[in-house]
């Protein structure tokens, strides 16, 4: 108990630095969000001063700051200037979008992984082990941005797959049945990318994590035992792998928000990632700080939970 | 004198288009770049959700995009006092919004009050404040506006493209409480948003499209008496940047492509034939490049360096050598593939009624340049590097905007023309903002390569850029007095074609203007790029033009000729 | 050495080790050993595809030095050894482009080779500059625990989840403009650095940790050893190992994040290449249609990583203590 209340804490005084840390960032960078107006031909200065005082952004940064933590604890998470409108909303429509991209994907991989991982394991040594390894090598190599957009000029040219998106332009119109098929047609490109850059760091630490039970003395007097192959495997070298794997799923959890955030941008999925783009390239700045303390929250929140998990799981942990 | 407009009118005073043949139904998809971001028309500021409002919505009087000549629009006619001061409009009898609801002069009432509105902040307030007073609007009766200009100015009727009318019945509550600028936001239900454009809005699916549907409302009809618009719906969808974009026309998923980037229009023209759809190369349009030095006082705090960078900057024979050294050939090559045209004068050649056809063209010449800089005291040291007379060696910054490749590619070709004077520039690429926010506030830049576009071809849109009061003036913004006689002479120019009655007495004027501009280069003009477009093969009517919407300012006169979309 | 046996027992591990110091040897040779400098135009000749090597000429004569065609398509040009104080190249107007030319006519291989000397050596760079900082950090914490520990790991939280793309946005907003490619570049290499020295100061921290209680450490402590012996003698050897098998994890990633960065717009500044803005150009839909050669810093970065992951895999074959 204890503990637990010691590491949230300590999360919560982390996120708080965050926000400050990024809120005096976002006031670094020289221009607003009204700087672009000043090309225009029809905005006059004093029109241009007028809308920054009445967005606020001419006060000072700690006063700025208390409104924008004012309006995080209403609900509206700020004001965005951009879209006219809180902040919230913006969020909520997104959201669902990129957490069932990465969701899928983060799925897809975990229950490819295990399985293969296991399986390098136990025929560690072998062609088929070497070959697999030769794989993961060079999927881990490739850069994420190169297979994104490598891909999405493929699929492009051959018609297989849409050319980003997220749903065809009849969607309201299909059935259910329909509708599950074009979301998965739209979504098989940008998942696919975001598998085959998740895939050879689970599998390695599977395998990795399996290889260690094998090789621990408990392991081999179970083998001595008799206890068959099978029956091995599942109730004993499995759970004994599972601690850092714990901790490889919390982390994978928690970056569900920000992991695909290139993939969105490249491949056109209308998820936080280009509305954050854009934001930053808008400096849209209350908009981009509710995107990475969302982010940040999510992937503090995921850590913590899976450090409490493992800290049940786990007795050699808790003697710390 | 007495100046009447009339359009053709039928039985209920809607608007007949001549010369159109097309049949209704069909669905045209747009991939746009970005999501638009509001659907409020007086503060919408960006182009992506200007770009769905416009076609929401009409104004009193139009600009044709293909003539630039005025129209009527929801006014049918209009009178002009002998003064030029007193303008009356009548509306179409029996005009309705999206909604069904009647639309009449309070509406235009309520339209100008809104936008004159100081707390509104709206774009267009500056445009109807000529010399400092507002434009004065006044109801005559249920169909009849009068407008009293403050000063005459000489092409008044074009002050009216542009200002969507507003449906009371829907914003009035919203304005009196100051709400306005909250108000149209992309959550609105469609029921809560009407105008008088071709189309109105029926669903927005967030961060992936717009769609809007027909209007049943709308104001104009072919010959055969079809209302318009041909099209049952318009579907923005979003693509994310432009080689999604490319991408989703290419595939055949969008049907109309606007202003593709030089290269992907050259890389669409390959397969032109076998994907079914056609590309247009329109010629040369109003946007115009330039490189432009800081000429501003500059404030103490400002680092040395920038000082000692002015005092080049500001020997004309100093810019005249850098636009001397410049190859505009290869840059239109280069860059846009050929598809843009070198620049004589700081006016778009797509602005053939304006443009000085005697100002000479530019053409690289790097002896004259070498000519121009010795004149103005520069040396070159042994290893060929360029000094001043004090023996400092010349370097200085180009800013360029990073989101923008061809702004960075277009300062990386001149980079390498100036290394060839024996100059070094460093190429600096800044996000749209911070380059902005240094050009016309902080003014600690050296140089920079931007770019204008005109959005009428009358010079009047520019008065902010030529002024040197003006805000937009780039290289030395809103001076209190004139910093340099020749920007005194064009102040003075400029002011006087606005009132000028004849157009033959304004062109000698902006002649002159250009002339001035072209001697002491504040800045060097660079290339115009085409207006590129395309669509698919079976779509009537695509005429596409050189000013903005390049492709939708006659969505209403599209149609899908036989057998086409779904 | 205990590192050196492990090498030895791995061929793989050696031959990329050998091909590391080759591949950075040519980089630095890249004056040398590339035909053309990496800002020179050749602006009759954008996108040019590979120049084709002739052996045979049309006539059907062997020559034993190969030859390219000049662009009239008849005249031929020899390539000739030690040309303009380079290793090869041909005469003008003849061009050799091994790997192509871009949109400005510049030789992608030569660019490719002085590009590797930017995000090569910032990978290094900045690796050194994550160790170093992490090193001092982690035993620091490690060592005297308490409240310094505690400040120490809190803020490599905060760093972990900072925003690092957004915050290097802003920075290069208001950075003076006079900053030329060399300063442009060592300012990348310290931010990227900068940013990383979490994860070896937890896995230093770590190793100092458990190397306190070991019995030695407490017996030299007992006989009244200092602080600084006890750090230097005892302690400090055993993060040799964390230290040389972080760098093999780091520098690739350090690699790549120098491509994300120049990707972006935030890296090194034209005319000076490196392999991310080099990318960034190549990523148009057009470039990768028509001018597929383009891709090929791309394509360069990964048997270089590959070579890294090797090494890697060889000094730690368990890579789960590789993110901590």
């Not at chain 1, 992937?299 to 913590?304: E, G, K």
Request: include cysteine; glycine fraction near 8%.
């Amino acid at each position: 108990m204890k503990y637990l209340i010691r590491r949230l804490a300590d999360s919560l005084l982390l996120l708080a630095a965050l926000s400050v840390v990024s809120f005096v960032f976002a006031q670094l960078a020289p221009g607003d969000y009204f700087s672009e107006l000043g090309t225009d031909p029809r905005f006059s200065t004093e029109t241009v001063a007028a809308l920054r005082a009445q967005a606020g952004l001419d006060r000072p940064l700690p006063v700025r700051y208390a409104k924008w933590v004012r309006s995080c604890i209403r609900g509206d998470l700020g004001y965005s200037l951009a879209y006219n409108s809180p902040v919230a909303p913006l969020l909520w429509q997104r959201i669902p979008a990129t957490l069932l991209l990465t969701a899928t994907a983060t799925f897809l991989a975990w229950l490819l992984a295990v399985p293969i991982g296991i399986w390098n394991a136990t025929v560690r040594g072998t062609w088929g082990d070497r070959v697999s390894q030769l794989i993961w090598a060079v999927l881990l190599t490739i850069p994420e941005l190169v297979l994104a957009i490598v891909l999405l000029v493929l699929a492009a040219e051959s018609g297989w797959f849409p050319a980003g998106g997220m749903r065809s332009a009849g969607f309201s119109a299909m059935d259910r049945w329909a509708q599950a098929r074009d979301l998965a047609w739209h979504l098989a490109l940008p998942a696919a990318v975001l598998v085959l850059g998740m895939l050879p760091v689970l599998v390695r630490h599977v395998r990795a994590s399996m290889l260690d039970a094998i090789d621990s003395p408990f392991a081999l007097s179970a083998r001595a035992h008799g206890i068959p192959r099978g029956r091995l495997l599942f109730r004993h070298l499995l759970p004994a792998a599972m601690n850092p794997l714990v901790s490889l799923l919390g982390f994978s959890l928690g970056t569900l928000l920000s992991a695909s955030l290139l993939v969105e941008v490249v491949m056109g999925w209308p998820g936080l990632g280009p509305l954050f783009l854009e934001a930053v390239a808008a400096r849209d700045f209350a908009l981009v700080l509710a995107v990475v303390m969302f982010s940040a929250t999510f992937l503090v929140a995921a850590n913590l939970a899976a450090d409490l998990l493992l800290y049940r799981l786990d007795p050699r942990i808790r003697t710390e | 004198m007495f100046l009447l407009c009339q359009g053709i009118w039928a039985a209920d005073d809607v608007l007949v288009v001549p010369g159109l043949n097309g049949h209704p139904g069909g669905r045209l998809v747009y991939a746009t770049r970005i999501e638009a971001r509001t659907l409020n028309p007086v503060t919408a500021a960006d182009a992506a959700s200007r770009e769905v409002i416009d076609r929401m919505s009409a104004d009193l009087i139009h600009i044709n995009r293909s003539s630039y000549r005025t129209e009527p629009a929801l006014a049918k006619s209009w009178t002009v006092s002998p003064d030029g001061l007193r303008y009356v409009l009548e509306l179409r009898h029996g005009l309705r919004f999206s909604d069904g609801h009647p639309c009449d002069a309070d509406d235009v009432v309520f339209t100008y009050q809104v936008h004159l509105d100081e707390k509104v902040h709206s774009s267009e307030r500056d445009l109807l404040t000529l010399n400092g007073k507002p434009i004065v609007v006044r109801k005559l009766d249920a169909w009849h506006v009068a407008f009293a200009l403050p000063s005459p100015d000489a092409v008044a009727e074009r002050l009216f493209d542009g200002i969507w009318i507003l449906p009371r019945h829907l914003l009035e509550k919203a304005w009196h409480e100051g709400k306005l600028s909250e108000a149209w936001g992309l959550r609105t239900p469609p029921e809560a948003i009407a105008g008088l454009g071709p189309f109105r809005l029926k669903e927005h699916v967030p961060g992936q499209r717009i769609v809007l549907e027909r209007n049943p409302y709308y104001w104009k009809s072919d010959p055969a008496g079809h209302h318009l618009p041909y099209l049952e719906e318009l579907d923005f969808v979003v693509a994310g940047n432009e080689d999604l974009q490319v991408l989703r026309f290419e595939s055949g998923e969008s049907d109309v492509i606007s202003r593709p980037s030089a290269r992907n229009f050259g890389v669409l023209e390959k397969q032109s034939e076998q994907k079914g759809y056609i590309l247009k190369n329109v010629g040369a349009g109003f946007e115009y490049n330039f490189l432009f030095f800081n000429l501003n006082d500059l404030p103490a705090n400002a680092p040395v360096e920038i000082a000692v960078h002015q005092s080049w900057f500001r020997r004309t024979g100093f810019r005249q050598a850098v636009s001397a050294a410049i190859d505009r050939e290869s840059l239109a090559r280069l860059v846009y593939m050929g598809y843009a045209t070198p620049l004589s004068a700081p006016v778009p050649p797509g602005n053939r009624l304006w443009l000085d056809a005697s100002l000479p063209r530019l053409v690289r010449n790097p002896t004259r340049a070498r000519e121009l800089l010795t004149a103005e005291g520069f040396r070159w040291s042994s290893d060929g590097a360029l000094t001043d007379s004090q023996g400092r060696k010349v370097e200085f910054s180009v800013l360029a905007s990073a989101s923008n490749p061809e702004r960075t590619q277009t300062a990386t070709l001149i980079q390498s023309d100036l290394q060839q004077l024996g100059m070094r520039v460093d190429l600096v690429p800044l996000d749209t903002r911070s380059l902005l926010d240094r050009v016309q506030r902080t003014h600690l830049y050296d140089t920079c390569v931007l770019s204008l576009a005109s959005s009428d071809a009358d010079p009047n849109v520019e008065m902010n850029v030529w002024l040197s009061s003006g805000g937009s003036h780039l290289w030395h913004p809103e001076q209190a007095h004139p910093a340099t006689p020749w920007e005194g002479e064009i102040d003075d120019l400029m002011r006087r074609q606005i009132v000028a009655r004849k157009s033959g007495e304004r062109k000698r004027l902006y002649d002159r203007v250009q002339e001035i501009l072209m001697q002491y280069l504040p800045l060097v003009p660079l290339v115009s790029p085409n207006v590129l477009a395309g669509a698919k093969k079976e779509l009537g009517n695509f005429r596409p033009a050189l000013l903005d919407h390049y492709t939708l300012w006659n969505v209403e006169e599209l149609y899908w000729t036989a057998g086409a979309r779904k | 050495m205990r590192i050196a046996a492990t090498l030895e027992n791995r061929p793989a591990a050696m031959l990329a080790l050998v091909f590391l110091a080759m591949l950075h040897g040519a980089v630095v040779l890249a004056g040398f050993l590339a035909p053309y400098p990496f800002a020179e135009q050749h602006r009759e000749s954008p996108f040019a595809p590979p120049t084709r090597i002739h052996f045979f000429d049309a006539a059907g004569h062997f020559h034993p030095r190969p030859l390219v065609y000049g662009p009239e398509g008849s005249q031929t040009y020899p390539i000739e050894l030690f040309v303009h104080g380079r290793l090869f190249g041909v005469q003008e107007p003849g061009v050799l482009f091994l790997l192509g030319s871009d949109g400005f006519g510049r030789d992608v291989f030569s660019r490719l080779l002085y590009g590797g000397q930017v995000s090569l050596l910032t990978g290094l760079a900045a690796a050194f500059l994550s160790l170093g900082l992490g090193w001092v950090l982690g035993t620091a914490a490690g060592f005297y625990g308490g409240w310094l520990d505690r400040l120490l790991m809190r803020s490599g939280e905060l760093f972990l989840v900072l925003p690092w793309l957004y915050l290097l946005l802003a920075v290069r907003g208001f950075l003076p403009l006079h900053i030329t490619a060399l300063q442009a570049f060592l300012l990348l290499i310290v931010v990227i650095g900068a940013i990383g020295w979490v994860r070896p100061a937890r896995l230093v921290r770590g190793v100092v940790l458990s190397g306190k209680e070991r019995p030695f450490v407490l017996a030299a402590q007992g006989f009244g050893a200092t602080d600084a012996y006890l750090m230097r003698r005892h302690i400090l050897p055993l993060t040799a190992g964390v230290i040389l098998t972080q760098a093999t994890v780091l520098i690739p990633q350090y690699i790549l994040a120098e491509v994300t960065l120049s990707f972006l717009g935030l890296g090194v500044g034209e005319p000076v290449p490196s392999w991310g803005n080099m990318l960034s150009e190549a990523r148009q839909y057009y470039t990768l249609v028509s001018h597929p050669w383009m891709l090929t810093p791309g394509l360069a970065a990964i048997p270089v990583l590959l070579a890294y992951l090797v090494l890697a895999d060889a000094l730690l074959p368990d890579q789960r203590y590789r993110y901590p």
